[in-house]
């Protein structure tokens, strides 16, 4: 697979001043000053054309910028979705990922269905020449089922919520279902919450359903132990695999992330869901930091690194701000809404801003909108150019 490689070192400072020597092999790659060296070499499945050499240029407050064709061999592949690992007849253990506190230990489905998608309702009003069969239906999970939706799972737990001493997360004021003439609860009153951190996991649905986030649960096959994962490296592999089955699947490319509170956080539009991320500490004199793609190097990363990331253009909108075409976006039919809980929300935002800001200068602004390469394989449930750019 042949993709083109952006090569950055950042800040001048780490090289010293010019001239700076160049240095390019099919496995690695080396700046040197009379200051210091800067070197990187390449992981075994990532090599490059040295003369597919263009663009080497000099930005003030950047540093050197120069783009090679790379090709990336069979070693760099996608993480499997959701939908994919979750398997009927096999047990599973639940996890609240902030704190690793277990949800349900031993939950086998006898079938995993995914859910059509938010507005199927109204698409089958288009497909029936008579009124709408399915007006007055819901679709909930029976005992032993697990629906999939676009950002969450619906599971039926029938009276275990309101068994006291159950191992399961519980509403946080608990379950109460108003008799005064309306069926609507409050969102405080549904919200389901980890006992142990009070993190907001889900919400329920219905006496008997709960919907469960993909970004606040970790699912694990029984046979296999929890394992710990940053935060951020959890949420932003999530969504970027949202992203990614979204696009394949409905050749969706625009999404607005939505709180569980209605209000719209991010509007972001999928750029490529097969950028390569690859950086490397190399060896330098002067122990600066060589970054191949703009990401920032992650002290747990060792010497060399490679995985698979989605590129994305992003707009904040907390505070009012980029109204106008948030309510643009929230009218195109082209734009799919993902919904998270809005704590999440806010962690991705800034997740987002620090990756921008990570990146130099001339890489974080294109028009209005910033970018950023989502790693795609921090995380999976059950397990796993010119432009602005962040790195989720």
């Given at each position: ?144 089922d697990c629906f999939l ?110 709180g569980d509170d209605g ?24 122990h600066s930091v060589f ?102």
């Amino acid at each position: 697979m042949h993709q083109a490689l952006l090569l950055e070192t950042y800040e001048e400072a780490n090289l010293g001043s010019l001239p700076v020597d160049i240095s390019i092999t099919s496995a690695s790659l080396e700046a040197r000053s009379r200051e210091a060296c800067a070197a990187a070499t390449l992981p075994a499945e990532v090599r490059v054309a040295p003369s597919s050499c263009r663009g080497l240029q000099y930005l003030p407050g950047d540093g050197l910028h120069l783009r090679l064709q790379v090709q990336a061999g069979p070693d760099a592949k996608l993480v499997s979705t959701l939908s994919e690992s979750l398997k009927p007849q096999k047990s599973y253990v639940f996890y609240c990922q902030s704190c690793g506190d277990i949800i349900r230990k031993e939950w086998k489905f006898l079938r995993v269905l995914p859910l059509p998608s938010e507005n199927w309702s109204a698409l089958v009003e288009e497909w029936c020449c008579h009124p709408n069969p399915f007006v007055r239906s819901t679709l909930h999970p029976q005992k032993d089922d697990c629906f999939l939706g676009d950002t969450f799972f619906l599971l039926n737990l029938g009276n275990e919520l309101h068994v006291p001493g159950s191992p399961l997360c519980s509403s946080e004021t608990g379950h109460h279902t108003s008799q005064s003439g309306s069926t609507l609860k409050s969102r405080e009153n549904t919200r389901v919450i980890c006992k142990r951190c009070k993190t907001m996991l889900g919400e329920t649905v219905s006496s008997e359903t709960t919907k469960y986030y993909v970004t606040e649960v970790i699912i694990r096959p029984s046979e296999e132990g929890f394992s710990t994962i940053s935060r951020s490296q959890f949420v932003q592999s999530m969504i970027a695999q949202c992203l990614v089955e979204f696009s394949s699947a409905k050749s969706t490319f625009r999404f607005s992330i939505k709180g569980d509170d209605g209000k719209v956080y991010i509007l972001i539009w999928l750029l490529n869901s097969d950028t390569l991320l690859v950086e490397s500490l190399g060896s330098s004199s002067s122990h600066s930091v060589f970054t191949l793609f703009g990401d920032t190097l992650r002290p747990d990363s060792g010497p060399v690194g490679t995985w698979n990331a989605v590129k994305v253009l992003y707009q904040p909108c907390i505070k009012s701000r980029n109204k106008d075409l948030a309510d643009a976006w929230e009218n195109d039919i082209g734009v799919h809404p993902l919904t998270f809980p809005s704590e999440t929300c806010l962690e991705l935002l800034l997740i987002l801003g620090l990756s921008s800001t990570s990146l130099p200068p001339s890489l974080r602004c294109m028009n209005s909108f910033q970018v950023t390469a989502s790693s795609e394989e921090g995380y999976t449930n059950t397990k796993h150019g010119g432009e602005a750019a962040a790195c989720l």
